[in-house]
């Protein structure tokens, strides 16, 4: 008795609750719809496409069920853009991370000119991917020319006396994934820097204050102030880079093209050249599903590890 | 209340309304034609032909343009799907797909007007510019036989040389077989300068040059058959072909980095000068007049391995413009194409642009490079007019291949059993 004299809707007419309920639903119904429209009819879109044979043009589409899929298992190309994908983004993790945390550490301090590194920090984000790609590659460059290089990189090895160093940067597969790591990485630390150095400022200088009051030293403040409090920037940081590092393309296309063999192949070089290549719209999807359930996996693995690490 | 909920009911329908307005049908301008086209270098000589033809006729012609052609091809590919395509546009891929957006309706057969007149708008062509945008009697594809496209321009891909670089390093002529290419690289390189670049970051483009040996080792016909599955890609023949790269590399003729190089990169460094022969299309004239006005070069073609075959190159139509079949100007759309096609424009466009003119009454007109392109349109050859074209999984294994002998990674006869490999899964999957 005492719960129904407590819940409100018993108090209310049966119309009322329906025109309650007609008025929320007012509200939320064209984010809904558009939601529906532009996010989930293309994903089972894409999920349908993926069961079938289509070339992209043809009326005709062939329900080949689950064979897209079992192809893909066995695609070794697949799986190799997927660990060159991979390795980007473990260098991401790690170098690109370690670096924004170490220059956000440092901005964070009263430093001088602080507010000029911070705009120089962001300028690499904020360029086009594809200019980063061109300064790059004319960066790298391992052309000759009248017994000079032309490549910064090269031209600067020789003047520094390490003409043995001098190497073809990205023709070399040795080497290209590498570079285009790191430039991956001197394009994108900028984000992780503005985060993390967000972060850092809503941490409450008590803290510190205490810590010191408590004789900590700098190492100690930082492993038991600076990073617990930082735990959920960096979790998010983290997620970010593996979605951004995962999904790496245009710098490779602006670096060495379809180039080096299957050496600088990604997951999403692959899924182009099904769709634009070989005209194989369903074996493309496939992959895209694919490739989506990895990145929610790897996301949901790296969201779990930080919650338990909060912990 | 209720009031207070007809109003957010009402704002509720309005809202949904405005986001699904853009999905109904606009009314229809029957005195605008668009046309989508992908050519960043022809688009202000297009425009003003455009006014040009408002001027004359009244009709209005919309040019947008959507580059780079990647970007272009999607855009095509799914406005195909929306069915939203432009009056005029252009098919940037391979046959099979051209004949797709034919029997999706997407394309006009446009042998009825070609035709008309005892053929005389077909007669204003090169014959070979038209055979990209004709399938013949019986062809593979099973589309209804006629011509589906109008060339605006003719192109063929050939190698250049620097004139300056050969006379320093003594070579007196051009080469014209592989062992005197060779022997002029070594010449080149003893005055340090570098043998020969392209653009074989660029899958179509290592295709294009590997194509054209593979015509001059062993022929078309066993070219073709090696496409049906009855030759072998571990044949001798395909090894040779495999082998000129591996040549290529062994005697240090490449500029460093060729093989990640997109062609932009290729045509900047042969117009700098940095590498003595190029490997490039005829469009390059307008790019290196562009890049280094001075520049002196000539045309060659890729020197021969075999004196008893024709050495082969990639030619035709450069670009080509259709008519979207379902639209209400298709007629409209038509009369302009045919007037681009026109001894004028052509010429006008051949100026502008320096491309070759697909008209060819408007061929007296150009540049002196350019006619060293055009002098061998009859040896020029592309998958368009050829009877079948390779699977594309096994030319991406093939084109792959040689960029690993080119890193010095594999050797051709590894790359032929690869992809013999998967020719054969290919052809077993296709019995299936």
Known sequence: ?311 | MDRKLGIMLFAAVMVFSLSCSGCGKKQEDLNTISVWHWMIDRNKALEELAAKYEQQTGIKVKIDLFAPSEAYTQKVVASAQAKVLPDIYGILDKKEIFSAFIKGGFIADLTPDFKANNSEWENWFFPKALDVNRFVEGNVYGVKPGIYGVPLDVTNIQMLYNVKLLKKAGVKAPPQTFSEFLEAIQALKRVGVSGLVSGWGELWMLDCFSSNYAFNIMGEEKIMATYRGEVPYTDPDWIKVLDVFKQLVDKGALLEGVVTKANKYAEQDFALERAAFAFNGSWCVNVYNGMNPSLEYGVMLPPAINSNLPMKIWGGAGSSLVVNNMSPRKDKAIAFLKWLSEKDQQTYLAKETKNLPSNREALAEIPEVLSSFASVMDQATHPTFWALNEDPIVSEVFLKGIQSILIGEKTPEQIAQEVQKVKQEQLSKKKK
């Not at chain 1, 992209?56 to 897209?68: K, Q, Y």
């Not at chain 1, 799986?79 to 924004?100: D, G, P």
């Open chain 1, 1 to 311: 008795m005492s719960v129904v004299a407590t819940n409100p809707t018993h108090l209310k007419p049966r119309t009322l609750i329906i025109q309650d309920n007609l008025k929320n639903l007012s509200f939320i119904m064209p984010a809904v719809i558009l939601f529906s429209i532009f996010y989930i009819y293309p994903f089972f879109e894409i999920f349908r496409l993926s069961l079938q044979d289509w070339n992209g043009i043809s009326p005709d589409r062939s329900w080949v069920g689950l064979a897209n899929f079992a192809e893909l298992m066995k695609d070794k190309v697949w799986w190799t853009s997927v660990w060159h994908a991979s390795y980007i983004t473990l260098i991401a993790l790690t170098f690109q991370n370690a670096l924004a945390f170490a220059l956000a550490l440092a901005c964070d301090r009263q430093i001088r000119m602080k507010k000029f590194y911070q705009v120089i920090f962001f300028l690499p984000p904020v360029l086009s991917e594809v200019v980063v790609g061109l300064i790059w590659q004319w960066i790298l460059n391992a052309g000759v020319q009248g017994g000079q290089q032309i490549g910064i990189l090269n031209y600067w090895l020789v003047q520094s006396g390490l003409p043995g160093l001098v190497n073809n940067w990205l023709s070399n597969p040795e080497t290209a994934l590498t570079c285009i790591a790191v430039v991956h990485c001197w394009k994108g630390f900028g984000w992780g820097f503005i985060m993390l150095l967000a972060g850092l400022q809503t941490i409450d200088h008590q803290l510190y204050e205490a810590a010191k009051v408590d004789g900590a030293g700098a190492w100690s403040t930082f492993r038991h102030v600076t990073l617990p409090m930082m735990l959920p920037v960096i979790s998010v940081v983290v997620i970010l880079t593996i979605l951004g590092s995962m999904q790496v393309f245009v710098l490779i296309k602006a670096m060495v093209s379809q180039g080096l063999g299957y050496h600088t192949e990604v997951p999403v070089t692959r899924i182009l050249l099904a769709m634009q290549g070989t005209n194989r719209f369903g074996y493309a999807c496939s992959m895209g599903v694919t490739f989506g359930i990895i990145l929610v996996c790897l996301s949901l693995l790296s969201k779990t590890f930080g919650s338990k690490t909060k912990q």
